[in-house]
């Protein structure tokens, strides 16, 4: 069974940073782009970040320089670090395994408020 958990929400204050994590058992991890998204209320799912196998990153726009996502294929894990984080950052940040069609996790909140 494919399990996918997302962890490292939080609040935080505008300017501040966080770290979130993705961890995914039951598939050959070091095999699969692992991307994330987010989305904030009322709005649609949006593409935040991605690495590929082959440790290739790709940044949506709006975080180009504040942001920088790896992963250790030992520990089958995946981060994103957020900086400078605003309101607008506001959203459940999801992980995804695998494309549209692969795999999701349960979402982390960030918060980010005065």
């Known amino acids: 069974q494919v399990q996918v958990v997302e962890s490292g929400g939080g609040s935080v204050q505008p300017g501040g940073s966080l770290r979130l994590s993705c961890t995914a058992s039951?598939?050959?991890?070091?095999?699969?782009?692992i991307a994330w998204y987010r989305q904030a209320p009322g709005k649609q799912r949006e593409f935040v970040a991605q690495i590929t196998t082959g440790w290739v990153a790709t940044y949506a726009d709006s975080f180009l320089g504040r942001s920088t996502i790896s992963r250790d294929n030992g520990y089958r894990a995946v981060a994103l670090d957020m900086s400078s984080l605003q309101r607008e950052d506001t959203a459940v940040y999801f992980c995804n395994v695998g494309g549209a069609s692969g795999h999701w996790g349960q979402g982390t909140q960030v918060t980010v408020s005065p």
């Open positions: 039951g598939i050959p991890f070091s095999r699969y782009d």
